[in-house]
């Protein structure tokens, strides 16, 4: 709408703005695709002590530990690449005594995004996961990563996991506006509940388009503008994970990423070279094209395929026409307030 403060800036300006030393932090993405270069510019930053969310902890969340962002994790999943005997920055780091991790299945971690996103304080989860290790051990939340209380209405005992209110989201999306309406298309895992959840929400997306190109297609709108607080346009914001409709995953960049994390001091050359070497996303694909040659980059450029159109047209817009009148009854506001009031009158 005209007249609305735009929220598009920089991805250095609101991590700056937005995400602070302590916060907890939410990776709003789900496995495919991750917002890197929000996460990249957390490590810019320098961001220490968070404690991290994230429902598919792939590259993004070994980068953050690499950097010495992340002291707590919250989650279902980590990559950590070779398992206990292979090399990952989490994996060092869980060894080294710097990071606590509390683990959830998908289900209980979703149930506390969702808890958090309606405002309730907890939410009931299904009674199975009392026979793993997912119940019994636990870190940093101790008693507070489940809790089982008498249900009021049956006096049966139900299990419990407490809601997720997060500081801070960050998230890559398809497209948004200036405004923040924000819109993904893809699988969508907790994406939506992690960011409507959080205080603050942080997204960068591949473009920016006109609000019409919002209002043409509101079904695929996650987040409305009024919870957005900041929008980065970044191309490639995702690489190199991948974007449904823009790119595909560079696999042959992810497996260099995996081979530097091996080790301490590969990871450290990594992120001199890919994070802190590269002041923007614009840099980050200037030394791509430099080392690999943007043919490659080019090469996973999705192909068109859109879906079928849907008419999201009305007859009109408004209840009134452009006399002004009810298009109903034929009369005016004043017309009809007049008829209420005689009604009021004869009916007391």
């Given amino acids: 709408m005209e007249g609305r403060k735009s929220k598009i800036t920089t991805a250095r300006e609101a991590i700056s703005r937005l995400v602070h030393d302590g916060d907890e932090l939410v990776i709003g993405n789900y496995t495919v695709g991750t917002c890197a270069e929000l996460v990249y510019e957390v490590v810019r930053q320098k961001r220490k002590n968070l404690t991290l969310y994230t429902q598919s ?19 279902t999943y980590v990559l950590r690449s070779g398992g206990k005997s292979g090399g990952s920055s989490v994996e060092r780091a869980l060894k ?17 995004m969702v808890a958090g996103m309606h405002g309730f304080s907890f939410m009931q989860v299904l009674e199975g ?18 809790r089982i209380i008498q249900c009021p209405y049956t006096k049966k005992e139900i299990l419990t996991v407490p809601a997720a209110n997060p500081d801070v989201c960050i998230l890559h999306v398809q497209r948004a506006d200036r405004n923040g309406n924000a819109q993904y298309w893809g699988a969508l895992g907790s994406v939506a509940a992690a960011a409507l959840a959080s205080k603050r ?10 609000e019409s190109v919002i209002r043409s297609s ?26 449904l409709g823009y790119y ?14 091996k080790t301490a001091e590969g990871m450290d050359k990594w992120l001199e070279e890919w994070v802190f070497g590269c002041s923007d996303r614009l840099a980050y694909l200037d030394r791509y094209a430099k080392v690999f040659h943007m043919a490659i980059l080019n090469s996973l450029r999705a192909k068109t395929m859109p879906s079928s ?39 007391g």
């Fill in 201 to 210: 929400i942080i997204v960068s997306c591949e473009e920016i388009v006109d």
């Fill in 96 to 112: 080294a005594g710097i990071l606590e991790i509390e683990d959830y299945s998908n289900f209980n971690y979703n149930a506390r």
């Fill in 129 to 146: 996961i009392r026979e793993t290790d997912l119940f019994r051990k636990r870190t940093f939340m101790g008693d507070d990563k489940y």
């Fill in 57 to 75: 902890g792939i590259f993004d969340a070994d980068v953050l530990v690499a950097a010495g962002c992340i002291s707590r994790m919250v989650t």
């Fill in 309 to 347: 159109p849907a008419n999201y047209g009305a007859a009109f817009d408004s209840s009134w026409n452009e006399d002004g009148r009810d298009r109903s009854t034929g009369k005016t506001p004043e017309e009809i307030e007049l008829i209420l009031e005689q009604r009021e009158k004869l009916y």
């Fill in 218 to 243: 509101p079904n695929l709108t996650i987040l409305p503008a009024y919870r957005v607080d900041a929008v980065v346009e970044c191309p490639w914001g995702a690489h190199p994970s991948e974007v």
């Fill in 248 to 261: 595909n995953m560079d696999k042959l960049f992810y497996g260099l990423f995996l081979e530097a994390m």
